[in-house]
């Protein structure tokens, strides 16, 4: 795996999606968050717009099956 940023948050799903985790990143250009299913990158999703608040939100409607990419 490439080395992208800090992780500021991790999130996991339960249930029905207890296969999912999304990663909250910054890197210079802002937040973004990375989604999987099991071991594979779904998706990276920028957020730079965003505050931390708002992309730990987004990780959040991922794993609970709100956010499907």
Sequence with gaps: MIYKGPERST???????????AHV???????????YKGDELVESRPLYAHS???????AENYVMGILNP
Excluded at 52 to 58: F, G, K, L
């Design 52 to 58: 931390e608040v708002y992309a730990e939100s987004a």
């Design 25 to 35: 990143m910054k890197n210079e250009e802002g937040f973004y968050i990375d989604m």
């Design 11 to 21: 999130y996991w799903g339960s249930d029905e999606y207890s296969d999912r985790t």
